[in-house]
């Protein structure tokens, strides 16, 4: 006895998937082709429900506002020169330039940045601490002072200058200060980054932050007043650290 056919009496099952083939790539699957309908049932079946994506989870589109630190190191490099020292940076050949950064944190950020800005034509001296001997001082100098006399441009970059080659300090035809930002600095910075001018505030909000601590405070989405705020609430929570270490007595 032959068993049942499923499916309409008029219809006929037909196996898109060969007999005894696996199947690669696209998977098949098998339907039932109904002769009075000329057609394979629920070949476009209907399928409840929205699945248009939400505005929130279409691609965002493209944003053209600076990274956190680019945003803080620009504004800070900016406050800490003039226009006529920037454009000496950009097209003068030979030229010997110091920088001097706030703490050894900002030794790499400011090099990244000195290199997108002004190019790929000067050779960086960066030092994040002292180097190895009286050696690798003796050979930096000599790079330096050969660099220069080739027609290059040298910069060095620390925040103890005194761990730049001795040919570059002597050398040195433009040095640049970069104090800790203050607050107009700080407000230049979230204005880059948040699009948005943010409010006025004191110098003191950032007084003890390093550049991390700083960057940390500019977050995606952020307003400029919330950057302010995370700001203010980092200070003060570092200086609770700081006091609370200081109380802790020594262990002998």
Known sequence: MKKPTRGRSSGTVIRMTPKGAKPQGTVLIDS???RELGRFEDDEPEI????ELDPEEEAA??????????????????AATTADQRRRLR???????????????????????????????????????????????????????????????????AADLSLLPRSLIGAADLTIRIPPPNGAVLKAAITRFARRTPPEFDDSIAADLDLDDVVAAFRPG???????????????????????????????
């Open 32 to 34: 039932v082709y109904d």
């Open 91 to 157: 097209h003068n050949q030979a030229l010997c330039a110091i920088i001097h950064v706030p703490s050894p944190v900002w030794v790499m950020p400011v090099s990244l940045y000195f290199r997108c800005v002004f190019g790929e034509r000067w050779l960086q001296q960066t030092r994040h601490g002292p180097t190895a001997g009286e050696r690798g001082f003796a050979t930096s100098s000599a790079s330096v002072a050969l660099a220069l006399s080739a027609g290059q441009s040298v910069v060095g970059i």
């Open 222 to 252: 952020a307003g400029p007043q919330r950057i302010v705020q995370r700001l203010a609430a980092a200070a003060a929570a570092l200086r609770l650290h700081r006091d609370f270490v200081k109380e802790q007595p020594c262990s002998s």
């Open 48 to 51: 409840e429900g929205n699945f």
């Open 61 to 78: 589109p493209p944003d053209d506002r600076p990274e956190a630190v680019t945003a803080v190191v620009g504004a800070a490099f900016d």
